[in-house]
């Protein structure tokens, strides 16, 4: 049989549950998910091989077109500018909620011509399922969209009828990837998303959003592996948060994430973590860009 290989964006706007439906379909986590919108800030690939078919799902930042500030746009220019980049997309919504994002992405996606596979997330939460159905009719209403699957990314329920959908969609040929790996990511980048994971379950609203996070050493000593990474902030006073008093916060942070990457990596881990200031980072484009994170010209 010729193998099928293609690309597939997830899209959605922020807090629906992207990052976890591709850590779900890959059976790890590559990417950071929280319950804070705009956790995503890079085009994460992750990669299903299943067969002759191999899936590479694109994770994209959520879109939110009432943003008000430059990170926000810069991540609602990188998710449009995926859409040109792949075979098909996931669109995926919350159960029961639609909002100005939806509203931009369906806007988005009738121009851009590519099958769409509307997913409703979250139905685990819907405490009345009889409304499921007239839900899909509404939204087919709204979307032209190729199919409609209902799942619960969070309990891994309707995996398979989504992704026999979506190997369906892919053209013919080879395999981009090898059929054991299963994203594009350096390990070094899954670790700071670990952490980063950390700081977002752990801090307040705001300060979590001024931070980024750069793993700078790594050594594997046989015993264990010492990863050292620095946690970027933007102002002083932030600095003192992520630290907490008497270091509270930045201990619970690190053994939190020791945990999750010992599970990660099979091995011991010892985590050193710094924190620094690089003043104001995201507000210029220069100062998003040396974090790492893409700019669509
Ligand atoms: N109850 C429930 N919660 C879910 C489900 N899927 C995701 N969540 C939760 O929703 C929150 C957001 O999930 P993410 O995967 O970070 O969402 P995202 O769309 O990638 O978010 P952005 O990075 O902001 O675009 C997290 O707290 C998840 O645990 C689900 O099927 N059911």
């Excluded at 995201?282 to 860009?289: K, L, P, S, V, Y």
């Amino acid at each position: 049989m010729p193998s099928r290989c293609g690309y597939v964006a997830i899209v959605g706007r922020p807090n629906v549950g992207k990052s976890t439906l591709l850590n779900q379909l890959v059976g790890e986590k590559i990417a950071a998910a929280s319950r804070k919108p705009q956790t995503t800030r890079h085009r994460i690939r992750g990669v299903v091989t299943q067969g002759a078919d191999q899936l590479v799902l694109v994770d994209t930042p959520g879109v939110d077109p009432t943003t008000p500030k430059l990170l926000g746009k810069v991540l609602n220019r990188t998710a449009r500018a995926t859409l040109d980049d792949v075979d098909a997309v996931v669109f995926m919504v919350e159960a029961g909620r639609w909002e100005a994002g939806d509203e931009q992405l369906a806007g988005w996606l009738a121009a851009s011509g590519r099958p769409v596979v509307l997913v409703i997330n979250k139905v685990d939460k819907l405490k009345d399922k009889d409304i499921l159905l007239p839900l899909i009719d509404q939204l087919r209403g709204k979307l032209n969209s190729h199919d409609v699957v209902p799942l619960s990314a969070l309990r891994g329920m309707n995996m398979e009828p989504l992704l026999t959908t979506l190997m369906a969609l892919l053209p013919a040929g080879p395999h981009l990837f090898p059929d054991d790996e299963i994203t594009d990511r350096s390990q070094r980048f899954r670790v700071a998303e670990v952490i980063r994971e950390q700081l977002l379950e752990r801090l307040g609203q705001e300060v979590p959003y001024a931070t980024s996070v750069d793993v700078d050493t790594w050594e594997d000593t046989g015993a264990a592996i010492h990863i050292g990474a620095v946690i970027w902030v933007e102002r002083d006073s932030q600095k003192s948060i992520v630290i907490g008093k008497g270091g509270r916060m930045i201990k619970a942070v690190g053994t939190g994430a020791r945990h999750e990457l010992e599970d990660m990596l099979q091995h011991k881990v010892m985590l050193k973590l710094w924190v620094k200031l690089r003043e104001g980072w995201q507000g210029d484009i220069d100062g998003i860009r040396r974090m790492g994170i893409d700019v669509e010209p």
